[in-house]
């Protein structure tokens, strides 16, 4: 019994590893190919097997990119979720602009993941469940925050008069639904204007339209000043001037 436990496990871990270098190679493959021209006879090359025996640790061209998509909002999430976890639990805006500044390290830094589940769709593709969780990640982060607001700072979940129409509310009604009912609904509405406002930024850097905009060396400190004005108006979490 021990040696076939053993036997087992040492299968295992050359599954676990071959399953990662294809993987790792895959993930080469889109910083010079893109998604929509990843091949897994290339993928297959690079990690020195036939292409026939790539199907044996993913049964498709699809599920190479479902897991390549989970393991890149894996990896955001949990950049956002260590960067959040090391402010005060009392610093709202702290954590705001901690989550958004990871989103941004993370993405600058890996840039083809960044693009590949923020950036064009690849055609005949469609995400399966199983993106569902990983994808909602750094999305949970703000919603914590808004609660946060909601609940310790009502003042600010009620400033301003409620934007929008009745059928904007009803399209965001999604989002309501996730954020729960303790987030009022213009909360959500400029919640979700500071989120996409985050992301916004960051494509636009990434994707070179900032050029001529924000100087290079300059972007850093502008993207900051701009989520730390989007916590202010949008979120009602000004940042506390320090000593």
Do not use: C, K
Not at 2 to 27: P, S
Not at 76 to 103: F, I, M, Q
Request: overall charge negative.
């Amino acid at each position: 019994m021990g040696t076939q436990t053993t036997a087992g496990g040492v299968r295992a871990r050359a599954r676990a590893e071959m399953r990662q270098a294809i993987l790792d190679a895959a993930r080469d493959h889109l910083a010079v190919d893109g998604a929509a021209s990843l091949s897994l006879r290339a993928v297959a090359r690079d990690v020195g097997m036939v292409s026939s025996a790539v199907y044996r640790y993913f049964e498709s061209r699809d599920a190479l990119l479902t897991a390549l998509i989970i393991d890149a909002y894996n990896a955001l999430g949990e950049a956002a979720e260590a960067a959040e976890a090391a402010v005060d639990r009392s610093d709202v805006a702290g954590r705001w602009r901690a989550t958004a500044t990871a989103v941004r390290s993370w993405a600058l830094a890996n840039p083809h993941q960044y693009a590949l589940v923020y950036g064009s769709p690849v055609p005949g593709y469609v995400a399966p469940q199983d993106t569902v969780g990983p994808a909602t990640r750094v999305t949970a982060l703000l919603a914590g925050i808004l609660r946060d607001v909601a609940r310790e700072q009502p003042g600010a979940s009620g400033s301003g008069a409620q934007s929008g129409t009745d059928d904007a509310l009803v399209a965001i009604a999604p989002m309501r639904e996730y954020l729960g009912p303790e987030v009022p609904a213009d909360l959500a509405q400029r919640g979700l204007l500071a989120w996409t406002s985050v992301f916004g930024w960051v494509s636009f850097e990434l994707f070179g339209q900032l050029h001529r905009v924000v100087e290079p060396d300059g972007r850093a400190t502008a993207f900051v000043a701009q989520v730390d004005r989007l916590g202010a108006e949008m979120l009602g979490v000004p940042v506390v001037p320090s000593d």
